[in-house]
């Protein structure tokens, strides 16, 4: 059982629906028109998006486990009932997650955050549904505790157990196997990294998404001004400095530190605080020398990732040594550099240093061949690494706090060197830049001038939404497409629940909809100097050539009854099944 491109899908489609809310972000005036108002206007606006973002969380749960069930061929429903709303409008409501026969019961599950009524009540509203036998509740943590043991120990005195009541790791381990749980959690502990730079805990200067982006661009352009030989004397050779320079200032690889990635978040992160902190002296320090920290160490691990399946190999987790079931060596310390032992692998600093600094026993370094420089080089990042390592992180980091201003100032000062020397000595190739972050971004439309271009970027973003969410029994698939003046091509993915063919001419075309990318802000944009009738054509030759290659994304869509391209009338029928 392989589920990795499941989480990654489901985690990025997370993120994005993260940004969208934060966009809305109010300026942070100290104004407020509450009367007695006691946490003011930020705090209220962080408690709604919060309750936002959990609901969009027990979604991606949901949507993960049906993604698996899928895959393994396990059956499942969504049941579907009919009632009437307080306005007295006949609607389909879905109050489970999803339903499962169970020694011929049926089973019906809810994913939560944990119970947010009493049991009687629940247990109340849940009997109106007859069909149902028993229920279930997954909530979403990792560890079984007393709250989980004493409901079940109530639920089975009163009710015998018609409600019952399990961890996700539970859930996970019963359906799927004790090993899914690890690859699971390793891709929700990288998003929660992410998640919690994008949206923050702190309520002071709450920044806008735009008052981010500008600060991001600002940030990019310091770093490309810097002079680092002169600020830093490095003690290399001409040729030396020459390499370094040209990847970190002439290929722009400088650029990742302010892009979309876990270390560029940890960067950004820690340099608006600290702006906050040298203006004001009022903020503990410790959460913005720790952002710098961490965003060292992220960059390591995933430049060093990039290496993958190239027969490298890294130090082991020992803390996970006891569950990893794959080939180790050296006593069991060092593991295969592989895509599928990721969970498995020790992304501390001193291990990704070690990764560096390992040698054969002629003396020369195992992993010379991913660096641009000579091995003196890599000696001299070595060093100015575990000088980084044992002053600043064993002296500042397990303190309490750090006081002064003079301390936060030279980690900041060493943090630009690191990643000039880090981003200019590796080996990274243009190929590897969206892999680091330099990647689509909804504020930044991808430019796109060849059909070629086109056609991977589509291939891409469409192959999981057909197959983890488009709606199997959909009529017709709809790619619907927008383009305004001064604005990128739009591209939407909609499932349609019926196609009548008489409404091709006006907008009424996909009003059937069952699906859309656009409800997970998950559409496809670019920028093209094409015209309008251009581009519409390009569109058209690229789609059909997807739909008629001999991949997993082509193949899917043929099982469908048609596809359609459309804007404000159907554009063209690509593709009719026989």
């Not at 992160?269 to 020398?289: F, P």
């Not at 026993?361 to 420089?373: A, I, L, Y």
């Not at 291939?459 to 305004?484: C, E, R």
């Amino acid at each position: 059982m392989d589920n990795r491109y499941i989480y990654q899908y489901r985690f990025e489609e997370l993120l994005n629906l993260f940004k969208r809310n934060r966009k809305d972000a109010p300026e942070d005036n100290g104004e407020s028109d509450v009367v007695v108002d006691i946490c003011g206007d930020i705090f209220r606006y962080y408690s709604r998006m919060i309750s936002n973002n959990e609901s969009w969380v027990k979604y991606t749960i949901e949507r993960i486990v049906i993604n698996i069930f899928d895959q393994e061929d396990m059956a499942y429903e969504i049941p579907e009932y009919d009632e009437v709303s307080p306005s007295g409008r006949p609607r389909k409501i879905h109050p489970f997650s999803f339903a499962r026969y169970e020694n011929n019961k049926k089973v019906a599950y809810v994913i939560s955050y944990g119970l947010r009524k009493g049991l009687i009540e629940i247990r109340k509203n849940i009997r109106k549904f007859k069909d149902i036998d028993s229920v279930k509740f997954i909530f979403i943590k990792s560890q079984h505790d007393k709250y989980v043991d004493q409901l079940n120990e109530i639920e089975q005195e009163d009710d015998n157990s018609f409600l019952q009541f399990f961890t996700l790791k539970e859930f996970f381990d019963i359906n799927f196997g004790a090993e899914e749980y690890p690859a699971f959690i390793s891709y929700a502990e990288k998003f929660n990294e992410r998640a919690k730079m994008l949206i923050g805990c702190k309520t002071i200067a709450t920044p806008t998404a735009e008052a981010v982006e500008k600060f991001r661009v600002k940030k990019e352009s310091m770093i490309e001004t810097i002079d680092y030989n002169r600020e830093y004397c490095i003690c290399l050779p001409d040729d030396q400095l020459d390499i370094i320079r040209h990847n970190y200032i002439e290929r722009g690889l400088y650029r990742l530190i302010t892009a979309d990635s876990s270390f560029a978040d940890s960067f950004i992160s820690s340099e608006w605080y600290y702006g906050i902190s040298t203006a004001t002296g009022a903020i503990d320090q410790t959460g913005i020398v720790t952002g710098y920290l961490k965003s060292v160490e992220q960059l390591l691990f995933e430049i060093i990732k990039l290496y993958e399946g190239r027969g490298k190999r890294i130090s082991i987790d020992h803390s996970k040594q006891g569950t990893f079931t794959g080939t180790s060596y050296s006593n069991g310390n060092f593991i295969d550099l592989i895509e599928t032992n990721e969970q498995y692998m020790d992304s501390t600093l001193g291990s990704l240093i070690r990764f560096i600094r390992n040698k054969d026993r002629s003396g020369h370094f195992f992993n010379s061949d991913v660096f641009d420089v000579n091995e003196d080089t890599m000696q001299y990042l070595i060093d100015t690494l575990y000088s980084w390592k044992d002053n600043e992180r064993n002296d500042h980091l397990h303190k309490d706090n750090l006081y002064t201003e003079e301390e936060v100032v030279a980690i900041r000062h060493q943090v630009f060197l690191l990643y000039y020397l880090i981003l200019g000595s590796f080996k990274i190739r243009d190929t590897d830049l969206e892999r680091l972050g330099l990647k689509d971004d909804s504020q930044k439309p991808l430019v796109i001038a060849s059909d070629e271009e086109l056609l991977e970027k589509i291939k891409n973003w469409a192959t999981p939404i057909i197959l983890f969410d488009m709606p199997k029994d959909s009529q017709a698939i709809a790619f619907n497409f927008i383009k305004f003046k001064d604005a990128p091509w739009d591209l939407c993915l909609q499932g349609l629940t019926n196609d009548d063919e008489s409404k091709y001419g006006d907008v009424q075309w996909n009003w059937g909809l069952s699906y859309s990318s656009s409800m997970t802000n998950n559409n496809l944009k670019w920028e093209s100097d094409a015209d309008w009738n251009t581009g519409l054509e390009q569109i058209k030759r690229v789609l059909k050539e997807i739909i008629h290659d001999d991949t997993v994304l082509g193949k899917k869509l043929r099982v469908f009854p048609k596809v359609l391209l459309g804007n404000m009338k159907v554009e063209a029928v690509l593709y009719v099944r026989k």
